[in-house]
């Protein structure tokens, strides 16, 4: 059976009046521990299908459902500690004013999960940051080190799935072969299902 399964999708977004339709009628299915990529050009609207698993893009059609279970609106808790998303710009989805601990800590805090402290340093340690980072803002970060805390703070809950929305469009070149080799090896050690945008 396919872990996540969308049949005939459709999302409209409504504004003044007008009505556009962003994604008509898609269907796709990944199995568990899969790696699917999801390709297109800018616009043809990859991203908002991810945005529609995390019920942050408004469904005109069609229906989405994780492990044979057609997800609730709204998502909840157990459909975050399930699924977790990595956005395309490391820059923009850290919160300038918190530290890497605090940013690590909050989903643990919403969870009311113990050990916070160990967690978040084995959190840097599997992305390949030192404990040291926990006390760093992120301007005091690399974009390539940003996008390691992203994809940390994903995983503080263990989901069993990551929805990666253009995870490497924002790095240099270098960097990029870097996040993707991280990235392999998170799903191999943790038997991830990843979901993933690009255009490239």
């Known amino acids: ?15 003044q009046g007008r009505a556009v339709q962003a994604v008509r009628n898609v269907s796709l299915s990944v199995g568990a ?18 945005r529609a698993i995390c019920g942050l893009a408004p469904v005109s059609g069609g229906a989405i459902r994780i492990g044979g279970k057609t997800l609730p ?21 850290l919160h300038p004013r918190h530290t890497i601990d605090r940013t690590l800590s909050e989903p643990l805090a919403i969870h009311s999960l ?11 340690a599997d992305v390949g940051l030192p404990a040291s980072f926990r006390f760093r803002y992120p301007h005091q970060l690399s974009g390539g080190q940003r996008q390691r805390v992203a994809i940390a ?21 270098s960097v990029q072969a870097e996040v993707l080799n991280l990235l392999t090896r998170l799903r191999e050690d943790r038997g991830l299902t990843f979901l993933m945008v690009s255009h490239d």
Do not use: C, H, W
């Open 1 to 15: 059976m396919s872990l996540i399964e969308i049949d005939n999708l459709s999302v409209t977004f409504r504004a």
């Open 114 to 124: 113990p050990d916070s402290d160990a967690r978040v340093v084995k959190a840097l």
């Open 33 to 50: 521990r899969e790696s699917y990529g999801l390709v297109g050009e800018s616009g043809s609207g990859k991203s908002t299908i991810l």
């Open 153 to 173: 703070r994903a995983l503080m809950l263990e989901p069993q799935i990551l929805l990666l929305d253009e995870p490497t469009s924002a790095l240099d070149a």
């Open 73 to 93: 609106t709204p998502r909840g808790r157990a459909f975050s500690a399930q699924v977790q998303m990595v956005f395309q710009d490391p820059y923009a989805s």
